[in-house]
């Protein structure tokens, strides 16, 4: 096994480590994911019944309604949400249901604006480590 | 302040701007997280800034009888809305705000949530907001002010792509074209923000919001242009802003029915429980569209259509609640058939004409959906079963 480092933009502080699953099409929080289980509800997602719980989630941009923040925070207080988002495009929606869940439970969930052109080899990984700071992210990849 | 300055920080915006007025979506309970919010910005004092509207809440306050929920549920539900109340916000709890008293000037500076309410309050009244979610949106209420980016600022708001419509199914009205026309572009613009050229000159504001809700929930469409139609787009050249598309899509008869079909699983002449009208929230002219349709025979299963508590208001003005009712409406105010335990369970489909509620309502409610013009929903509901016209 060999590690690999990338660069990132740190769009929520953090650190965490974990299987990736890549979705196919972004994803709308609300409507989309059940923050009891952290199972993808939605009837047109192509990874319908996937789980994102503990996983480093890639999802090159946002989606759908506004009350997404709501359900990610509430999802991540269950201990169901994600590890840590990857993106390609800036999205609020996403960005504050993890630093809800950080101000009002103070749990980490990681989010970072990586570069397409990594995006491929991050995907091949098996498992991914994302370290968020102040001044910058690094993605630490097992390929 | 400290969680709006992260988010700007989020966002890369390096300033913020004054707002005239926000519109929170947070009082739709989404579990203890929006509880826990708004409690703990009541404890530190917070209070808003700046006239705020409220989106729709978990339960219908007007008909505290029509939820069939748990007790945990309808308290938490209720209590979130009334928190948001203690904050200063006008409860107006409707997803529709551009309907009621405190609709935006044109050009006004605003931080609204409601996907729906976004992407209206920019397209259709030229408005300027970002998708501001849940919490942020309160956020920017208490300070009264928005960070600096996205949509605030004026060259971010040109088109960069362009969805021609070339032929249109025959016998479609103006409503059903918008709601397809909203799906395919929410699924196939991604960011972009679409300039649609070819939609007939009889297109309403009603089927611009139901063009906007479908797109903003196949897809993150916050700003479409209708080029001679709506505010920013009185020609393509203005609309796109010297700048070069980046994505051109051509959109066809087949492409149209296609995006349509796509809103059903429910086969045509299926069985159906319910019919729900109103998502985003029906306007005083879709009542009255509704109205003569509603002549004849009483319709075999209910349907509900979810408006405002001032819509509610303007109907019983118009004595209009009373043939509603005996032609078996159910009129849900304050909140929305998909979003709220409502329906009885295991009571079977629902029928809708609106693109977001056939997008979510599967998801939500875990029941079937079929997707029709208002005309045929009406069809159906008399005949308890999809009924195609």
Known sequence: MTARTFDAVTLVLGAASGPILRLDEPLSFWGGLEPATGTIIDRLHPQRGACVAGRILMMPTGR???????????????????????????????????????????????VALANSEDWEALAAAASLTLEAGPDGAAISADL | MRLLARFAEAVDARSFIDIEAAHVDGCLYHGRASLDFAERMIELGGRVRVPTTLNLGSVDLIHPELFRGTKEHAENGARLMRAHVELGCAPTFTCAPY?????????????????????????VIGARTNRYGDFIDLCCAMTGRAPAYGLHLIENRLAR??????????????????????????????????????????????????LGAAAASSGAVALFHVVGCTREAPDLETTCGGLTPELRLQLTTEDLREAARSLSNVADGGPLGVVSLGTPHFSIAEFARLMPLLDGARPLIDIFVNCSRATLEELRKRDWEAPLRAARVTLVADTCLYVSALMKPGVGAIMTNSGKCAYYAPGNLGVGIAYGSLAECVASARAGKVVRL
């Open chain 1, 64 to 110: 759908g309604s506004s009350s997404g923040s709501a359900t990610l925070a509430e999802a991540l207080r269950l201990g169901n949400g994600p590890a840590a988002i990857l993106m390609l495009e800036r999205d609020a929606i996403v960005v504050v249901g993890a630093i809800l869940a950080a101000e009002l439970y103070g749990l980490a969930c990681p």
């Open chain 2, 99 to 123: 309907q009621t008293a405190w609709r935006p000037r044109f050009g006004a500076q605003n931080a609204w949530g409601e996907s729906n309410a976004i992407v209206f309050a920019n397209s």
């Open chain 2, 161 to 210: 792509a362009i969805v021609e419509i070339v032929s249109i199914p025959e016998a479609w009205d103006t409503e059903r074209l918008a709601v397809a026309v909203g799906h395919t572009i929410g699924r196939r613009c991604g960011g972009l923000v679409p300039a649609i050229v070819g939609l007939p000159a009889g297109t309403s504001e009603d089927d611009l919001k139901a």
